[in-house]
């Protein structure tokens, strides 16, 4: 594929987190957030061990599964997240990512992930390296970036992380061109400029959707604006 049509195809996503709503009116916000043009919406999963936080499990996802046909895209931040993949999928889960951390079997879980038919992503932390994503790119959907540690929302974006998604972008257009580049963590209108130009393609939103005064309309345009202009940049590039 020419590097003319891989920019093209590359138009970049929006996945509000909704780690960051208010739980209270969690179903309006991820209907606002859909109406106003989100792509699919990023669930949060988190068990205290393997990140110091709770946040929610399957029932949400049983929940928002009624209220959205939008893709429900579940992060999983666990220990042993094998054990738990048939409960998310019958609850509405439509795909998973896995961190590579602290998973000594990670092979097996992409595997099993995939045995259920659906779309794997592997999630890298900030102090891990691009170059342990080799031996299993291939098998991928998707590669997430971590910008933050994680565990929590309303972090700030590290930057040294851009390099990083520079190289992961180039790993994949050498061994498997479809697997989506994904950031999660600290983006807002600036940060996504520059994790797209860095070659992101879906980038996930929690605090600053989700946590703005304006309320979920708002503060998606003001994304979208920012995500549009340079799509519309790499548009007229590939003209
Ligand atoms: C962090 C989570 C993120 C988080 C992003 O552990 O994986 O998805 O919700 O939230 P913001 O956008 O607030 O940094
Ligand atoms: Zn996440």
Request: aromatic share 4%.
């Amino acid at each position: 594929m020419t590097q003319k049509m891989d920019m093209v195809k590359r138009q970049v996503k929006l996945a509000p987190s909704i780690l960051a709503a208010d739980f209270a009116r969690l179903g309006e916000q991820v209907i606002q957030a859909e109406r106003a043009g989100a792509n699919r919406i990023h669930v949060d999963v988190m068990d205290g061990h393997f990140v110091p936080n709770i946040s929610m499990g399957a029932p949400i996802v049983k929940s928002l599964r009624q209220v959205t046909r939008l893709s429900l895209e579940t992060h999983l931040m666990i220990r042993d997240p094998d054990f738990f993949f048939d409960e998310f999928v019958e609850a509405g889960s439509d795909s998973f990512i896995v961190h590579w951390e602290g998973n000594n079997n990670l092979h097996r879980t992409i595997q099993r992930v995939k045995s259920l038919g659906k779309p794997v992503g592997v999630a890298i932390n900030p102090a891990t390296p691009a170059s342990v994503l080799e031996e299993v790119l291939p098998d991928l959907d998707l590669v997430l970036v971590m910008t933050v540690n994680p565990g929590f929302g309303h972090q700030h974006f590290i930057h040294t992380t851009l390099p990083k998604i520079q190289r992961v972008r180039r790993m994949i257009e050498e061994v498997s061109p479809d697997c989506e580049l994904e950031l999660d963590g600290g983006i807002d209108a600036d940060t996504a400029r520059l994790g797209i130009a860095a070659g992101a393609e879906v980038l996930v939103a929690g605090a600053s959707i989700f946590g703005d005064r304006e309320g979920v309309d708002g503060a998606m345009k003001r994304l979208l604006t920012a995500v549009d202009v340079v799509n519309k940049e790499k548009e007229s590039l590939c003209a």
